[in-house]
């Protein structure tokens, strides 16, 4: 997703952030990805 919105905003200023919302197990610290996400910032 970060790739196509870069590709869609080129030229047009700003900056594509993207991340992943996780999960962290408290016991063994093992991660739980529950979302990716991608914004525009003009």
């Known amino acids: 997703i970060h790739a196509l919105m870069r590709d869609t905003f080129a030229g047009m200023g700003g900056t594509v952030e993207s991340g992943e919302l996780i999960i962290r197990e408290k016991s063994a610290g093992r991660a739980l990805s529950t979302s990716l996400f991608s ?4």
């Open 39 to 42: 914004r525009w910032v003009a």
